[in-house]
């Protein structure tokens, strides 16, 4: 088939280098998001998409709507029979869902009808989801709601980022993505609609969403900081400033700390939760590179009673 690739991060490249190779469908161009501000520099940078597609020598489309006319018009001309789609980013109306002959079609990386929205695996390791997957879908203008053409299913491993499973995801969608285009090619695939139990909703995790709350239980504070790991980032406040958490872990039963408090070992910081006490394995100050939580405390000489979060420390009233 002819098909125009519609994506924008690095999680959508794995199924564009599949589809790129196979010798059964043309990717005649790719849709992706217009250039945006990247980095410290904040400078325009192209999407990982448009990147891979430069370099494979393929058409790139930047509409900053998918509804624009010029973008409808190419995308009329280009005649795709089908367009795979894999985190684009943006909705697409009628008028763009109407022009290829077998539609536009998603892998989703969440076991449809679970966890439809932005941010699928990030939900489903808030909630502790001990499965999840990819599903391939008929894009239709409900949110994640056409029916589904295949699935596959990923363990949640119990340290797993969200990073983590997205990458695996990635990788193993990309070839369920192949086998739907294939299926559709053939004429022997057919989608069936999702049932109408077992819907939840996945929006996008926001920066205030990923805001350690020290005084829920450690298991929450746990899945908050792998769900948000690497973006938007778990974050807390230490004298005021942000401090990014990269990992943490369970601490020993004996340490017993208030919620926010701060415990400085040789080798390791602990942190008081609503529950129990967890260890910070790494942390990112403001402005800072990733490290190691205890060469940051020691760097900030961590005083006595210090607490991260929402309560001030004593050593932050007294400067």
């Known amino acids: 088939m002819r098909l125009v690739f519609a ?15 196979s010798d059964r469908h043309e990717v005649a161009a790719v849709v992706t998001r217009p250039d945006a501000p990247a980095g410290r520099g904040r400078r325009l940078a192209a999407s990982p998409v448009a990147e891979r597609a430069r370099e494979a020598g393929v058409e790139i489309l930047r509409p900053r709507r998918p509804r624009d006319p010029d973008f409808l018009d190419r995308l009329r001309a280009i005649a795709p029979d089908c367009c795979p789609v894999v985190a684009y980013g ?16 998603n892998l989703h990386f969440s076991l449809l009808p679970a966890w439809r929205g ?30 589904v053409f295949g699935l596959l299913t990923e363990e949640i491993r119990p340290r797993d980022t969200s990073g983590d499973v997205l990458t695996r995801l990635a990788l193993a969608g990309a070839g369920l993505l192949a ?8 004429g022997t695939l057919r ?3 999702q049932p109408a139990e077992g819907v939840t909703a996945a929006p996008k995790i926001t920066a205030e969403d990923a805001r350690v709350d020290w005084a829920a239980p450690a298991l929450r504070v746990d899945r908050v900081v792998r769900a948000c790991t690497p973006a938007p ?41 609503g529950s129990h006490a967890v260890t910070l394995e790494w942390v990112q100050p403001q ?20 607490r991260v979060g929402d309560t001030p420390s004593p050593r932050a009233d007294a400067e």
């Open 7 to 21: 994506g924008t991060p690095e999680v959508a490249v794995p199924a564009l280098d599949t589809l790129l190779a």
């Open 90 to 105: 943006a909705l697409l109306p009628k008028s763009a869902l109407d022009i290829p002959r077998h539609g536009w079609v």
């Open 118 to 147: 932005a941010a699928p695996v990030q939900h489903a390791l808030l909630a502790g989801d001990e499965i999840t997957g990819a599903t391939t879908f008929q894009i239709e203008e409900g949110l994640d709601s056409g029916p």
């Open 179 to 186: 086998a739907t285009m294939d299926g559709i090619a053939d």
């Open 191 to 193: 989608a069936t609609p």
């Open 233 to 273: 980032g778990a974050w807390t406040l230490f004298r005021g400033e942000r401090l990014k958490l990269r990992e943490v872990r369970p601490a020993p039963e004996r340490t017993e700390l208030a919620p926010g408090e701060l415990a400085v070992g040789r080798q390791e910081v602990h942190v008081g939760t």
């Open 287 to 306: 402005g800072k590179k990733p490290m190691r939580a205890a060469d940051w405390a020691r760097g900030v000489r961590v005083a006595a009673g210090e």
